[in-house]
C-alpha cells in the first residue's frame, strides 16, 4: 500500500535547539503508529510540522503522494490531517456541537443553521460511538470527554491522519480502554492514528507500529509484533539509565522537616511524612495523585486545613513561599516555563530570584556580588551559555532547568523539593540533574524527589513514599522498593499483564552492572497471577508511613 | 517568555546548534542596541528636521520651554512605566493629576492649610488612590484594566465634586514657585523631572523593587513561587504611580496658579504612549525610565514642532494616535516574533 503520508529529511531549528535534525516518517492507511521517543526527542515537534503548526527549515511533506509546499494548520485540515494537541484547545464557552462544527458551521449565506450544527455534531459523535452531551459547555466536561470532542472535531470532515498528542496522559484506566477501542474504530475505516507516547505498556497494546525518535531524528521503525522493551529502550535513551544514575549512599542524618497530619485545603486526608538530612526522599505516583498540591501546600502556595509542619524543629507555616524560602524550604515547580523560570530575564536574574535580599542591603542590590553569584553558579551547574546576561528564554530545555536548580542552590535552602525535576529536557541534563541531587545530598541538604517517572524515582531515592488519591499509601526503603509494588500501590489495582511490560521496561531502564541500584535479591519476577503482584504489599493505614515515632 | 529582538533564532551555545553566520552574529549584536537607541534616534531626527525647518527651534527659550512643558508628563510616565513593567497599568492618572491639584488647592484656600502641607496634601491623594488602585489588583484579583478605569472615573467625579465643578483661584505667591520657580537658574519643572528619572531609574534598576517588578511582569507564578511577595509589590508600585501622578497634579495647578478639575485630560493616553515608545512592553517585563522620558520627550516634540510649522492641533492630534499605534504595533511584532521562536 502506498504511503497516505511521507516526511522526508525535516530539519527544524529553535533557539539553543536542532529540534528536528533530518527526521523521516511514513504512514500507510489505517496504521496506528506510535511515535516513541524521551522528552524533548522531537515526536510532538515533527507532527505539529505535519499538521502545519510548525515550518522547517528543510524538508519535504508528501500528502497521497503529492509535495505539500506550504503547510498550515488550515491546509493540512483541508488535506484531511488532524492533531490532538496535549493541551486540549476546545472554545470553554461553547456547547460541544459549536465545537465540533467550530471553523466551518453548516450555514448559508452566513447565517449559521443551528440545526445543521446539532445534526452534523451528533452525526460525527455517533461515529465515535461516544455518547457527549451536545448541548453542555466544553468547559463543564472531563479531560477524556473533552478529547472524544476533539477527536469528533477532526473526524467531522474528511479524516486521513489523525495525531494524538500523549493522548492518555490524563485519562483513568477505563477511559484509556475506550480510546484504545476508538482508535482501532477510526484505523478500521482506513484512517491513519499516529500516537505520541513515551509509555511502552500502550504502544504494544494498540499500535500496530512503533517509530523510535532521538535527538530531533527517526532512529528506527518496527512492527510491535516483531520488537521488544529493550530494544526499544535502546533506541530511545541511546544508554543506560543505571549509568545516569550513579546513586550514592549517604548517611542518612537527623530529621530536618516533619509533617504531621497535614490537610492540604480542598483534599480531605491527611499526610504525614519526615525527611531527613541527606536522604533523598522520593514521592512516587501517578498524575493527579496530589503530590504537587501537598508540596505546594508545604511551601504555603495552597492552604492548609489543618496539621502541623515543623521545618528544624520549629513551627513552620508559611502563608507564601517568601515565609517557607526564608526558612530554608524551596520548592521547584513541575512546569519549568509556567512557574520555573523567567525568560525574558537574564542567566543571572533568575539565579538570584529567590534570594532577591540576600545580594540586597535596605533594598537596594549588590550587583556585583550577585553577579558573582550567578557566576559561580552556573559554572557550578555547567549552564551552557555565553555569559551570564544571556536571556533564559533563548536556553535549551536543560540549561534553563539548570538555571532554575541554580536558583534554588543560590537561595541556599536545605530542603529543597523538587517537582519534575527532569520533565522535557535532555538525556545528558538528565544525568547532570541526578548528580546535582547526589551533591545536594552530601552536602547535607534534604531533597524531597517528585517524579511520575518510575525509573528516576526509584533509582534515586533513599526511600520511596507512594501517593495515591491525595494521600500516602506506602512507603519504602531503597532496598525494598521494587517498580511492582510502587505501581501497585500507586494504581490500587493489579493488572498483571500491563504490569509485566511496565515494570520489565523500568527493570531493564535500571538494569546494569552499576553498584547500588536498588535490585534485590526478589528482583522482577512477574506474577501472572491477577490480584497478588510480585511483591505483595504490607497493608498500611492511610497517610501515616512507617516511620512515626 | 519575553525576548527583546531576533536574536534568539541566532542564539547559539548547545551542542548540535548550527554556528550562526557571521552576518546573523553581527545582528545579534547590533540588534538589541538599536532598539534600545531607536528612540534617542527618532528625538534626533525631530530635532534635526525642526531645526532646518524652522528658526526658532533652536533657542534657548524654546528648548526651556519644552522641558518644562513635558516635565508633568515625564514624571507620570515614569509611574507608568514602573506599572508596566510588572505587567500592570494604571489608567487612573489624568483624573489624579485634577484631583490633586483641586485637593492641594482647596486645602490651601479654604482650610488655611498653608502652601507645603497643601502640596504634600495634593500628593497624598495621588498616593491614596494609588493604594485603592493596588489594593483591588492585587487582593482582590481585579483586572488592572478595569479597576483603573473604574477610578479613573471616580477620581474625575470627586475632583468636580470637590469644587462643585469650578476652578480654585485666590492661591498665596508661594504656590506659583513649584511650577513657575527656578533653582539656579533652572526651572523648577525640569529639576523635578530630572530629580524623579533618576530616582525611578534606580529604583528600577538597583533595587530589590525594581527586580521584582520585572520578575512578576515576566512570570508572576515564577516570582511568587521564587518568594516574592507579589500583592506587596504591585500595591507600592501603583503606590508610586499615584504619588507621580499626584505630583504632576500639583506641578500643574502650580504653573496654572490654579486647581483646575479637569487639569491633565489628555495624560493618560500619552503616559502610556510614552512608556511604549519608549520601549517598554505591555506584556509586562521589559521597560526603562529613561525609554519613557524619551518618549515624554518625542510627544513634546510632536506637539512643539506642529505649532512652530503651523500645523493645526486637530493635525497634531492624528499624529499623536499614529505614533503611539506605531509604538504598540512594534512592541506586538516584536513578541510575536519572539513567541514564535520558541
Redesign the interface.
Known sequence: MSPVVSMSKVRLAFPGTQALDGADFEIEPGEIRSLLGENGAGKSTLMKVLAGAEHPDEGEIRVDGEVVAHQTPRNARELGIAMVFQEMSLAPNLTVAENITLGRPPASYGVVSWNGVRERAAEALEQLNVGVPLDALARTLTIAQQQMVEIAKAVAGDLKVLILDEPTSALTETETQELFTLIRRLSARGIAVVYISHNLEEIFVVCDSVTVMRDGRTIATHRTAETDVDRLIGEMVGRVLSDMMPKESIPRGEVVLDVRDLVVDGKDVPVSFRAHRGEVLGFAGLLGAGRTALMRCLVGDIPRTSGTVELHGRPLDPRRPGDAIRRGLGYLSDDRRASGIVGGLSVRENIGMACLSLNARYGVMKSLQERRLAVTTAERLRIVTNGVEKKVGELSGGNQQKVVLGKWMAAGVEVLILDEPTRGIDVGAKAEVYQLVNDLAREGKAVILVSSYLPEVLGMSDRVLVMRAGSIVGEYDREDATSESVMYDATGQAKPEEFTRVTGYVDSLLAGPAPGTPRGPEAPQTSGDPGTPAAPVPARPTGTPEDRP | ????DE????????????APSPGARWRALVAPLGQQLAPFTIVFVICVVLWILTPHFLTTSNILGNLVQMSSLAIIAVGATMVIVAAGIDLSVSTVVGLAGVVSTVSIVEYGTGVPLGLLAGVAAGGLVGLVNGLLVSKLGLPAFITTLGTLSVCGGAALLITDGKAVYGLPDGFKWLGNGTVLGIPVPIVLMLVVAFAGHFLLS????G??A??IG??P?????????VAAILIALYVISGLLAGLAGILEASRVVSGQPTAGTNYNLNAIAAAVIGGASLFG??GRIVGAVVGAMILQLIGNGSNLLNISTFWQSVIVGVVVILAVLYDQIRHRR?RK??
Do not use: C, D
Not at chain 2, 538597583?206 to 523593587?209: D, H
Open positions: 517568555m519575553k525576548t527583546t536574536a534568539p533564532r541566532l542564539a547559539g551555545g548547545s551542542p548540535g546548534v548550527p538597583r533595587t530589590t523593587l527586580r521584582a520585572y520578575a515576566g512570570n507564578e515564577t516570582a511568587r513561587l521564587s518568594g516574592i511577595n517585563g521589559e519572539a521562536a520558541t
